[in-house]
């Protein structure tokens, strides 16, 4: 199961930090389970190294696996 | 006097109200995770509203819809108990006070899940899903506020002493009580008293909070006969559409 960033905020501690997130971000029936991680403990990388970091993939279609039939049983890839 | 629709009618009317005075903090919590989680927590009070009073009018078979009964009865025919109409005052009251209900809201409808009428027994276990974690939230902030700053923990012992007297009125028996629990429709209340207390020391204990010791009980609510000044207020605003334009709809 894939985990996406939603969104920040604010919270005393971990557990109460999990149910503001329930509250603030799954009230529409989006939500299945919930991470939430201090903002001080997330290590980012820097938008100005968004060139060397991302780049040389661009030109390297071949490593994407769209050459492939991949068999249903096999689910979200 | 038809205790079943008694019973529900007081289902019905302590989260339609409680419910409308968590709204009345929409767009003015104190932080914005708060504002949003107390807006849940009155959507998910009306909804239950909709499932006690729908049924009740069914019961009453007078040809009235859980609309009429929220929004066309004046204060006197209310049947919410004191507690949950008592005005929001600072957070550490609004909070507080929905601590003490929760409390009992939620060994009242796990015994409720045990009722003779099946439809009850289904209201209730859905109601208690919502109620399990509005108890998780409620407890928590608690915690933190009774152990957090001088002026948190202040505010939260003074809303404790203003809102103690009117928890009696939860487990006090009255007639329509005791038909209701002799026919299997609902608990014994003394029985849920005892689960309501535990929860209640054992979070007040963890929050620094001292629990009064005083059992005087303000009363007059559930039985529609005393109802503070503050429900004729809150409803004026709940109803005021309807009064207005009467059968308006959207």
């Not at chain 1, 799954?26 to 290590?43: A, D, H």
Request: charged share 25%.
């Amino acid at each position: 199961m894939s985990h996406r960033h939603v969104g920040s905020l604010h919270a005393p501690d971990g557990e109460m930090a999990i149910k503001n997130a329930r509250d603030v971000y799954t009230r529409r029936n989006e939500g299945v389970s919930i991470w939430v991680v201090e903002s001080n403990q997330v290590l980012a990388s820097s938008p100005t190294d968004k060139g060397p970091l991302f780049e040389p993939s661009n030109s390297k279609v071949y490593r994407h696996p769209t050459f492939y039939d991949i068999p249903d049983d096999v689910g979200a890839m | 006097m038809d205790h079943a629709f008694e019973f529900l009618v007081r289902q019905g009317d302590n989260v339609l109200v409680l419910g409308h005075r968590l709204s009345e903090w929409c767009g003015q919590g104190p932080v914005l995770e708060e504002d949003i989680a107390l807006a849940n927590i009155a959507l998910d009070m009306i909804g239950q509203t909709q499932l006690w009073l729908s049924y009740a009018a069914e019961v009453e078979g007078a040809n009235r819809t859980a609309d009429d009964l929220a929004y066309l009865r004046d204060a006197w025919d209310f049947r919410n108990v004191l507690l949950v109409e008592q005005p929001n005052r600072d957070f550490a009251v609004t909070i507080m006070r929905q601590f003490l209900f929760d409390a009992y809201h939620v060994p009242y409808l796990h015994a409720l899940e045990s009722s003779k009428d099946q439809r009850v027994a289904e209201i209730a276990s859905k109601c208690r899903k919502e109620a399990i974690y509005h108890l998780e939230r409620s407890s928590s902030v608690i915690v933190a506020l009774g152990d957090g700053t001088e002026e948190s923990h202040k505010r939260m012992q003074a809303a404790l002493e203003r809102l103690w007297p009117y928890t009696g009125e939860l487990f006090l028996s009255d007639e329509t009580d005791d038909a209701v629990a002799e026919s299997g429709l609902a608990p014994v209340l003394n029985d849920v008293k005892a689960r309501w207390l535990q929860t209640v020391q054992s979070s007040l204990k963890d929050a620094y909070l001292q629990m009064p010791d005083n059992d005087f009980a303000q009363i007059g609510g559930k039985s529609g006969i005393r109802h503070s000044e503050h429900l004729g207020h809150m409803l004026s605003t709940m109803q005021v559409l309807q009064r207005s334009y009467p059968g308006a709809q959207w």
